[in-house]
C-alpha cells in the first residue's frame, strides 16, 4: 500500500563507484521529483519528470543520470561518486505541477560515500 | 536562492503557540509548507494559492502576503506531535513549476 516507494533505504559505497536509486509510486500521479537533502537539513531539488519527460534539471552534476521508464518510475543513476553526494536522496510525485499540488514524499535513500 | 525562514529552532512547552515565518525574495504563486520529523520524510500540510489567503488544518494555520512575499505558519496549543523540522516551500511567479524549500525551522515541544 507505499505510496511511493524508494530502493535502498541504505547504500555506503566507495568514492569512484556507480549506484543507482529506484522510485515507484502507485498514485497514478503524471509528476515525479527527485530531491537532495544534505547534513544541513537543506532540500534541494534536483529533476522533475511530467509524464517521462524531463522539465526541471537543476545545476546538478552530469554524473547525475535520471530516468524514467514509465510515469511510475524515476529512477537516479549516479556515477563516479564523490564524499560530496553523501546526503538523503527523496523521491516524490504529484499529480500535476508543483505550483498548486501537494507533493508524496518517499522514504528515501540514505546515501554514505566512502 | 531559498526562502529565508525564521526562527530557525524553537523550544515550546506543550499548550504553547508558535510562529513561523517565511520570507522570499521573488514574486510568488505559491507557498507549501511542510512538516518532517527526525529519519523520515516530509508530510504535506498545506498550499496557499496567490491571493492573499488564510488556510486552516486543525489547530495548524498559515497566511500568505503575497504583496510582502511572506507566509507565517501559527501553530496553536501545540501538542508534543508537532515537533519537527517545518519547510515552507515556494513556487514563483515567472517559475518553472519549481518547489524550492526554505532553511527550515526545528519545532521541539516538551511536556
Known amino acids: 500500500d507505499t505510496a511511493v516507494s524508494q530502493t535502498p533505504k541504505y547504500l555506503v559505497t566507495q568514492m569512484g563507484n556507480d549506484k543507482s536509486i529506484k522510485c515507484e509510486q502507485n498514485?497514478?500521479?503524471?509528476?515525479m521529483y527527485w530531491y537532495k537533502q544534505d547534513s544541513k537539513k537543506f532540500l534541494k531539488i534536483m529533476f522533475s519528470?511530467?509524464?517521462?519527460?524531463?522539465?526541471i534539471n537543476e545545476t546538478v552534476p552530469n554524473r547525475f543520470s535520471p530516468k524514467s521508464p514509465d510515469k511510475a518510475h524515476l529512477n537516479l543513476h549516479i556515477n563516479s561518486l564523490e564524499l560530496g553526494d553523501s546526503a538523503v536522496y527523496f523521491c516524490?510525485?504529484?499529480?500535476?505541477?508543483?505550483?498548486?499540488?501537494?507533493?508524496?514524499f518517499g522514504p528515501g535513500t540514505r546515501l554514505t560515500v566512502l | 536562492q531559498q526562502p529565508v525562514q525564521s526562527p530557525q529552532a524553537v523550544i515550546l512547552r506543550e499548550g504553547e503557540d508558535a510562529v513561523i515565518n517565511c520570507s522570499s525574495s521573488k514574486a510568488l504563486y505559491s507557498v507549501h509548507w511542510y512538516r518532517q520529523k527526525h529519519g523520515e520524510a516530509p508530510v504535506f500540510l498545506m498550499i496557499?494559492?496567490?491571493?492573499?489567503e488564510q488556510k486552516g488544518h486543525d489547530k495548524i494555520s498559515a497566511s500568505f502576503n503575497e504583496k510582502k512575499q511572506q507566509s507565517s505558519l501559527y501553530l496553536t496549543a501545540s501538542q508534543l506531535s508537532y515537533s519537527g523540522t517545518y519547510f515552507c516551500?515556494?513556487?514563483?511567479?515567472?517559475?518553472?513549476?519549481?518547489?524550492?524549500f526554505g532553511t527550515g525551522t526545528r519545532l521541539t515541544i516538551i511536556p
Open positions: 516524490a510525485s504529484s499529480p500535476g505541477g508543483a505550483g498548486y499540488n501537494e507533493q508524496f
Open positions: 496557499l494559492l496567490k491571493g492573499g
Open positions: 498514485l497514478g500521479h503524471d509528476t
Open positions: 519528470y511530467n509524464n517521462k519527460e524531463l522539465i
Open positions: 516551500g515556494t513556487v514563483s511567479v515567472f517559475g518553472n513549476e519549481k518547489l524550492t
